[in-house]
Nanobody, 124 residues
Framework: QVQPVESGGGLVQAGGSLRLSCAAS????????MGWFRRAPGKEREFVAS????????YYANSVKGRFSISRDNAKNTLYLQMNSLKPEDTALYYC?????????????????WGPGTQVTVSS
């Protein structure tokens, strides 16, 4: 099964920035909402942000609102997550996911194809 592939993770100090990318070649990218989730060690998978097909509507978890920005380039079949003012509690494996439809949902049930994830580690 074709799946999206994340990149851009790494180790950064608190207060720093990272930009994650999600390449979705082979998927009908522009027809579906997309989302970012994360899983910290010992915790459940957590919603981060989602975006509509055209990119004109976005939705964020309260924990990242004002610090993270989701965007997409449909011509490049690529999803992005700009992360600023990073905190140690942002440390997690970050996943992108393709929506089942056009709804920009905040739970995993709204998404059906997941990438393997990229690790983000924020040191204090």
């Amino acid at each position: 099964q074709v799946q999206p592939v994340e990149s851009g993770g790494g180790l950064v100090q608190a207060g720093g920035s990272l930009r994650l990318s999600c390449a979705a070649s082979g998927l009908p990218f522009s027809s579906y909402a997309m989302g970012w989730f994360r899983r910290a060690p010992g915790k459940e998978r957590e919603f981060v942000a989602s975006i509509s097909r055209s990119g004109d509507a976005t939705y964020y978890a309260n924990s990242v609102k004002g610090r993270f920005s989701i965007s997409r380039d449909n011509a490049k079949n690529t999803l992005y997550l700009q992360m600023n003012s990073l905190k140690p509690e942002d440390t997690a494996l970050y996943y992108c996911a393709k929506g089942r439809g056009v709804v920009i949902g905040a739970t995993p049930a709204f998404y059906d194809i997941w990438g393997p994830g990229t690790q983000v580690t924020v040191s204090s």
